[in-house]
């Protein structure tokens, strides 16, 4: 049985830990979604791929980064099999990345352009200008990124590499 004092010091490793892992997934959230964002920038401005094509093909290298990441330097589970784990990690994440992220990109900038449009009124009256489809694309993007990722998180945590 544990003593008050014991218990106290397990719940603060315990939290510990878990800050820890939040702030290395943070981390290779930070690391991954920038490699997601230039590909994606790259194909749609540069290669002229649509916004569609574009997530579609930068998710998919960040995914790949993001599973090694993940398994290697976050969450550090290497007892269950690699095949387990990396199938568990593509369903999920690929319904974060091509329902949850592409479907709210489509969303935001397609049929509900009330957020963007206040994004857009907002970076005027702080004199940012000419950059209004940079910065819609960019907007749905970046919500469709934080959405992804705390549903990456979740089911990484409770999932994949529990």
Known sequence: MLTKNKE???????????????????????????????IYNLLSSKIGLSLVQSNIISTTIAMAFSFMANRHLVFKKHDS???????????VTAFGLYVLQTGTIKLLTDVWLYPMQTGILVAHAIGVRGHDDFLIK???KAIATV????????????????
């Open 8 to 38: 106290v010091k397990v719940v603060a490793t315990s939290r510990r830990s878990e800050f820890r892992r939040v702030s290395k997934f943070g981390l290779v959230g930070v690391l991954n979604t920038l490699l997601d964002f230039v």
């Open 81 to 91: 099999p690699l095949v387990r784990q990396s199938i568990s990690f593509l369903l």
């Open 138 to 140: 960019n907007g749905a």
């Open 147 to 162: 959405i992804s990722l705390t549903w990456n998180y979740i089911m990484y945590k409770k999932v994949v590499f529990k």
